[in-house]
C-alpha cells in the first residue's frame, strides 16, 4: 500500500508541500472562512492537513472540538477524505475544559488514547487518520503504556502512521528503541516549534518544545520526517503590532532579522515566504506548518514554500 503522507518526506523529490495548520478554525476563523482557504488549499494541489483534539480549548468559547469539527464537515461536504492527508494530535486536552492547563492535560494513557481517538474520528467523520501525534510529553504515564496503545490502534486499521510532538530528545530515543523492542510501529514523524530565528534556551517554552540542531540531525539520521510549527512567529516577522516572543530577542534574532530582509529584498519576495522557503529547502528540510486566517495569506505562504533561494542567498542566511 502506497504511503499517503510520503516514505520520507523530508527528502528529494516526494517532499509534500506545507501542511496546513487549522488550529483557529471554527473559533477565530470562522467557518465559511476557514471552508475559503481550504478550498484554496486543495485548489492549489495542498493534501497535508494538521489539528488536535484540543483546538482550541483557549480561545474565546472555544471547547476544542471545533477545528476537527470543521475539518470533518469539509472533508465530507467535498468527499475528501481519500484525497487529504490528515493528522491530528492525543494529550494535551484538558482533562475539563478550564482546569489548570498544562497542569491538568489529559495525557497518554491508552484509556485516554483509545477514548480520545474516538472522538476525532467522530469529529473528523472518519474511521482512520493518517497520522496521530502523542501532542505532549506525559511524564506520569509509562512511554511503554503509551506506545503499546497507539500499537494497538496501527493493528486495528485506524491509524496509519504515528508521530511524536513536543518531546525532548531522550524521549524520542527510548521511544524509537521501544518500538524496536516490542516490533511496533515505528514512529514516523516528529513535530516541534521551529523557525528561522533561534530561541533563546532560557527562556521556558512551557510544554512545548524547539528544534535544535543537535535534535535535527538526531532525528534526521533515524529518517524521521521533521515539521515545525509556529514558522511565522504568528505574525512576528511582517506585523508591527505583533512584538517577537521574549524567547526571539536580543542580539542574535536582531542579526538574523537583518539577513532575512536582505534576503528578501534579493529575491524580491516577503520575509514570511524567505523564512518557509529556507525550512523547506533545508539539510535536513524541515516542512512548515502554516497557518493562515485568510487565502490571501495562504498565497503568500504556499509561494513561499514553493520559492528556490538561490545558494548564495541560502549561505547568508544559514551564516547569520
Not at 95 to 107: H, K, M, V, Y
Not at 120 to 142: C, G, K, N, P, Q
Not at 232 to 253: F, Q
Not at 298 to 311: R, S, T, W
Request: charged share 25%; net charge negative.
Amino acid at each position: 500500500m502506497t504511503n499517503p503522507i510520503g516514505d520520507n518526506p523530508t527528502r528529494g523529490p516526494e517532499t509534500p508541500g506545507p501542511w496546513l495548520g487549522t488550529m483557529y478554525f471554527g473559533t477565530r476563523v470562522d467557518e465559511n472562512r476557514s471552508r475559503e482557504i481550504l478550498d484554496r488549499f486543495a485548489e492549489r494541489g495542498g493534501r497535508h492537513l494538521d489539528t488536535a483534539n484540543c483546538y482550541c480549548f483557549w480561545a474565546d468559547g472555544g471547547t476544542g472540538d471545533e477545528s476537527e469539527a470543521v475539518l470533518g464537515r469539509w472533508l465530507s461536504d467535498r468527499g475528501a477524505h481519500q484525497e487529504m492527508v490528515v493528522a491530528t494530535k492525543v494529550g494535551s486536552r484538558p482533562a475539563t475544559l478550564g482546569a489548570p492547563w498544562p497542569e491538568q492535560a489529559e495525557g497518554l494513557s491508552a484509556a485516554v488514547i483509545r477514548e480520545q481517538f474516538e472522538r476525532s474520528a467522530e469529529r473528523l467523520r472518519t474511521d482512520s487518520v493518517d497520522l496521530l501525534y502523542a501532542h505532549v510529553e506525559d511524564e506520569s504515564t509509562d512511554l511503554e503504556e503509551t506506545l503499546g496503545a497507539f500499537a494497538e490502534l496501527v493493528a486495528a486499521g485506524q491509524v496509519s502512521h504515528i508521530g511524536l510532538s513536543n518531546h525532548r530528545r531522550e524521549r524520542t530515543v527510548a521511544a524509537l528503541e521501544l518500538a524496536a523492542r516490542h516490533g511496533w510501529p515505528r514512529c514516523s514523524h516528529l513535530q516541534q516549534r521551529y523557525t528561522y530565528l533561534v530561541p533563546d534556551r532560557s527562556v521556558p517554552f512551557g510544554p512545548q518544545r524547539a528544534f535544535d540542531d543537535e535534535d535535527l540531525a538526531h532525528a534526521s539520521a533515524e529518517g524521521l520526517n521533521l515539521v515545525g510549527y509556529s514558522p511565522l512567529l504568528s505574525g512576528a516577522y511582517t506585523r508591527p503590532d505583533t512584538p517577537l516572543a521574549p524567547e526571539y530577542r536580543g542580539a542574535a534574532s536582531a542579526r538574523r532579522l537583518r539577513a532575512l530582509r536582505d534576503a528578501a529584498d534579493a529575491v524580491g519576495a516577503t520575509v514570511n515566504q524567505v523564512v518557509l522557503a529556507w525550512m523547506s529547502s533545508g539539510d535536513p528540510v524541515v516542512t512548515p506548518i502554516v497557518g493562515v486566517s485568510a487565502v490571501a495569506q495562504l498565497d503568500e505562504a504556499l509561494d513561499g514554500a514553493q520559492l528556490v533561494l538561490p545558494e548564495e542567498v541560502r549561505a547568508a542566511l544559514d551564516a547569520a
